[in-house]
């Protein structure tokens, strides 16, 4: 952890340590931008979820100045998907029928970690554990107040970023609203593959998933030699359904045809976690010396697979308009960055639905039953 003094000044101020926030900080002090400050709270979750990249990640980082070779991170080779969506029988969507090299099955944390250490290593300073307190507009920068372990600080920046996740922690205090699409969450537990049944120890270096009535599981192995185990449903579902319980959630595992058989859980003892998966979008992008990177800015649905390679993608053109911004002489200049982001944000958001809508339109075998019925209205 690297700590700043009281009173501290910077050019830019990134709230949040993920993906994209450590991303916007590389980008910026690659592009020439000198005082770099990255605010991180850590994260409080038992475990790590949005696991899996796919190729698309090898040029993101090529454009960051990092290595593409994460295997030799300790990372495991994902080259593909099997899915029983729309019919019963599984297909293996391997990417390497694409021309495209194989993606990766992250250990989250490490991914994560290596970022930051990254963007120490660009020249950044990381402030870790930060803990936003509030946020002060005024007319050329922002007075930002932090909680850094015991002490309070203030920080003035130029230009803010938020890259605070789905709490979109930074740009509510600047009375940007958040809209919610669906009440989709990732019911998640921590399995073992099981041995001699087919797929080797890591599910075959494949993502599965499976849908059922109640929504559709997830399976992909971890370089810890464990399985990422999910039922995506809606939180109401999970609740009147007792899917938390863990004996609920064996019997629905048991219930499918090919993940429950490439997965084992003990007959007790396991936990299963709660983490929101749902559409949630910030209403604005972009304003007057601040921004909005990653799932601050859109949290998507997992089954689109856009998650860390999406929020690469903002850090990238965030990092274009806030130099940009610097290097306007005028307000025009200035109002055009903005607008660039804007529209990329825009172009981003209609790419994902319009996949989220092709995906879920393929699966018609439980039209009727709730969690299927919604999307499907949200598809029409």
């Known amino acids: 952890m690297v700590s700043a003094p009281l009173g501290h000044a910077v050019d830019v101020l990134i709230i949040g340590g993920g993906p994209a926030g450590s991303a916007t900080a590389i980008a910026l002090r690659r592009r020439g931008v000198r005082r770099v400050l990255l605010a991180d709270r850590p994260s409080r979750a038992p475990f790590a979820v949005g696991e899996s990249v796919s190729p698309n990640i090898r040029a993101q980082l090529a454009r960051l100045g990092l290595t593409d070779d994460l295997d030799q991170l300790g990372h ?5 998907n099997l899915s029983l969506w729309g019919g019963s029988e599984a297909v293996v969507d391997d990417f390497l029928h694409r021309g495209r090299g194989h993606g990766w099955h992250l ?67 600047l009375g940007v609203r958040r809209r919610q699409l669906d009440r989709l969450v990732g019911l998640c537990t921590l399995a073992e593959p099981k041995r001699g049944s087919g797929p080797s120890s890591s599910l075959g270096g494949l993502s599965w998933i499976e849908p059922v009535a109640e929504g559709w599981w997830y399976a992909a192995g971890l370089p810890s030699g464990r399985v990422i185990l999910a039922l995506m449903t809606d939180s109401d579902l999970a609740q009147t359904g007792s899917l938390r319980d863990p004996r609920v959630y064996l019997r629905a595992l048991a219930a499918t045809s090919e993940v429950g058989r490439a997965v ?7 936990v ?56 306007s002489t005028g307000a025009e200049g200035a109002i055009e960055a903005a607008r660039e982001y804007a529209r990329h944000a825009d172009a981003t ?10 995906w879920y339109s393929r699966e018609r075998r439980w039209a009727d039953h709730p969690f299927w019925l919604r999307r499907t209205r949200l598809s029409g």
Request: glycine share 8%.
């Open 107 to 173: 250990d989250r944390a490490s991914f994560d970690a290596w970022l930051r250490t990254s963007a120490v290593s660009a020249g950044a300073e990381l402030m870790r554990p930060a803990e936003l307190l509030g946020v002060e507009p005024a007319d050329d920068h922002f007075t930002v107040r932090l909680r850094c372990g015991d002490a309070n600080m203030a920080v003035t920046t130029a230009i803010v970023v938020d890259a605070t996740g789905r709490k979109g922690a930074l740009i509510r205090r």
């Open 76 to 80: 495991l080779p994902y080259h593909g």
């Open 349 to 358: 958001l209609r790419r994902y639905l319009s996949e989220r809508r092709a």
């Open 272 to 327: 299963v976690e709660s983490f929101s998966a749902a559409t949630q979008l910030a209403e604005r992008a972009v304003g007057p010396r601040w921004l909005t990177v990653g799932d601050a800015l859109f949290a998507f649905d997992p089954l689109t697979s856009s998650g860390i390679t999406g929020a690469l993608s903002d850090a990238l053109a965030a990092a274009d308009t806030i130099v940009a911004w610097f290097g």
């Open 264 to 270: 084992e859980l003990p007959e007790a003892g396991f």
